[in-house]
């Protein structure tokens, strides 16, 4: 039986960056494959109840160099963004798109880098548009996509259902029906992989 992950994230989420940025390694080391699962992290937020580390001045005055920790470990580029906290509505959108293109791994690493190496505003179609042109992408074609009744409505649907599987942030990863959260936990994932 292959091994596998599911990778529930949000281009919003540093964390999400760290642990995406990470994946390639994860998966070499143990031979699973990833079932990414882009979400939109402010609607699972509402459902569950649960804020960002950014609502508690203390919590996120440490998680900011708890962030720089981790990119300075890991050898990551990383910047606060300064449009921080900015909409990825349209970006998970596009991830959909991706997803369904086969080109989902190509487009979070654009749109991770952009948002939290490049600090590009992600809310910005206009910035969306260069961000995918930029990295090969028909950008017109993806703008089409994210329009799309479907699309909206597939978001909306992923993140419900990652809300009734138990997931309350981001990155969260299920190996079989094993929940961890954190990029700090992906030792945990790899451990349940091997």
């Not at 992950?5 to 964390?15: G, K, L, N, Q, T």
């Not at 509402?46 to 160099?65: D, H, L, Q």
């Not at 138990?166 to 929940?179: K, R």
Request: aromatic share 14%; hydrophobic share 45%.
């Amino acid at each position: 039986m292959s091994k596998s992950v599911d990778f529930y994230y949000d281009y919003i989420s540093p964390a999400s960056y760290f642990a995406c940025m990470r994946l390639p390694e994860l998966t070499k080391e143990t031979g699973a494959t990833i079932n990414y699962k882009p979400v939109l992290l402010g609607g699972i937020f509402k459902a569950t109840g649960n804020t960002s580390p950014v609502t508690v001045p203390a919590k996120w005055e440490w998680i900011k160099a708890d962030f720089q920790r981790h990119a300075d470990y890991y050898g990551l580029p990383f910047q606060l963004n300064p449009h921080f906290i900015f909409s990825t509505v349209n970006a998970m959108r596009g991830a959909l798109w991706a997803l369904s293109a086969g080109r989902i791994e190509e487009y979070n690493r654009a749109m991770f880098s952009a948002a939290w190496a490049e600090g590009r505003d992600l809310s910005s179609l206009e910035v969306l548009a260069d961000i995918l042109n930029r990295a090969g992408f028909n950008a017109d074609e993806a703008m089409a996509a994210i329009a799309q009744p479907a699309i909206k409505s597939e978001l909306i649907e992923v993140t419900d259902e990652a809300v009734a599987l138990g997931v309350f942030g981001a990155p969260t990863f299920f190996v079989n029906d094993e929940l961890f959260f954190g990029q700090d936990r992906m030792d945990w994932v790899k451990r349940a992989l091997i």
